[in-house]
């Protein structure tokens, strides 16, 4: 068996590949956002399952910006929800996790921006000139679309370039 996600702004080219015609056709799960419910479980689930506190309305404050930044944009936020909640938790040394850490790691997109500046900056001045045009080979922008990631073949790359790319990767950018 084969499980495929699909992005809603991709199907129609999916669509047209004739491998993956019949499968679109006639097995799909058409998976929606997540509910405000559904949310704060997948916010709170995980916490309570590590053994980790989380303070009073901090959950229904992220269910709320989540809800807000959904309205404001089409971008999927859970991807900025799981940055921002790792960097709280590996930041977090046991003591509950709260509204004024959330505020302190930058949020939604101010920890995700964080950890991007911190991996730039961490690169060897000579490597960031090639770190650039590798980077915009691996997203693509079109005006019609979302901002979206571009898989290539890591055979593609040199060896420099692979590292660069473990670099992004391990900063979870990549």
């Not at 930058?106 to 911190?118: H, P, Q, S």
């Not at 991996?119 to 979206?148: E, G, I, K, M």
Request: aromatic share 6%; glycine share 6%; proline share 7%.
């Amino acid at each position: 068996m084969v499980v495929l996600g699909l992005r809603a702004d991709f199907y129609a080219s999916a669509a047209e590949l004739p491998a993956l015609h019949s499968a679109l056709q006639d097995r799909q799960l058409l998976v929606g956002p997540l509910d405000p419910g559904e949310l704060a479980e997948a916010i709170a689930g995980p916490a309570a399952t590590a053994g980790a506190v989380i303070d009073p309305g901090f959950v229904d404050f992220l269910v709320g910006e989540c809800q807000s930044a959904t309205s404001r944009s089409a971008a999927n936020v859970l991807p900025h929800l799981n940055h921002a909640l790792a960097t709280m938790w590996e930041g977090h040394d046991g003591e509950p996790l709260t509204l004024a850490s959330y505020v302190a790691i930058g949020g939604l997109t101010g920890a995700v921006t964080a950890t991007a500046e911190a991996a730039w900056t961490s690169l060897a001045t000579p490597d960031q000139p090639a770190a650039r045009p590798l980077l915009l080979q691996l997203v693509s922008v079109d005006d019609d679309l979302p901002p979206a990631a571009v898989e290539l073949p890591l055979d593609r790359f040199t060896d420099a370039q692979r590292v660069l790319i473990r670099h992004f990767a391990d900063a979870r950018l990549l």
